[in-house]
């Protein structure tokens, strides 16, 4: 006679079966998540460079209405206008022409 049926699997071969489902699924959340993380990240630093670019642009602005004349130096700016940069963060660059040409600021992020 034909055997016309399949045999049943052992119930360690169901469980064994559903722990690696779960544990991929688990992988799954796991590099989801880290790869989430590190884009969020990315963009805050990406904003924060931003920012303080933008906060020592607005106080060139402001010594220049108030004085006449551009600051000759980054530390100027942090000591009279209150810019305040984390200069263990950021490397500054601060390039001068003259008194009445707006300086060229770059910031760039320390590795």
């Known amino acids: 006679m034909k055997q016309i049926y399949r045999k049943k699997r052992g ?6 079966r559903s722990m690696v489902v779960s544990l991929c699924i688990l992988a799954l959340g ?4 880290f790869v989430f993380t590190r884009q969020v990240s990315d963009s ?5 460079e931003r920012i303080a670019r933008e906060a020592i642009i607005h106080a060139l602005i402001a010594c220049y209405a108030a004085e006449g004349s551009y600051p000759s130096s980054l530390s100027y700016l942090e000591e009279r206008y209150g810019v305040i940069i984390d200069h263990g963060k950021y490397v500054i ?3 001068v022409f003259a008194p ?5 600021v770059t910031i760039k992020r320390r590795k």
Request: charged content about 20%; cysteine-free; overall charge negative.
């Open 11 to 16: 119930k360690r071969f169901l469980l064994w």
């Open 100 to 104: 009445n040409v707006v300086p060229e």
């Open 30 to 33: 796991a590099l989801s998540l």
């Open 93 to 95: 660059s601060y390039g």
């Open 44 to 48: 805050v630093e990406q904003e924060s």
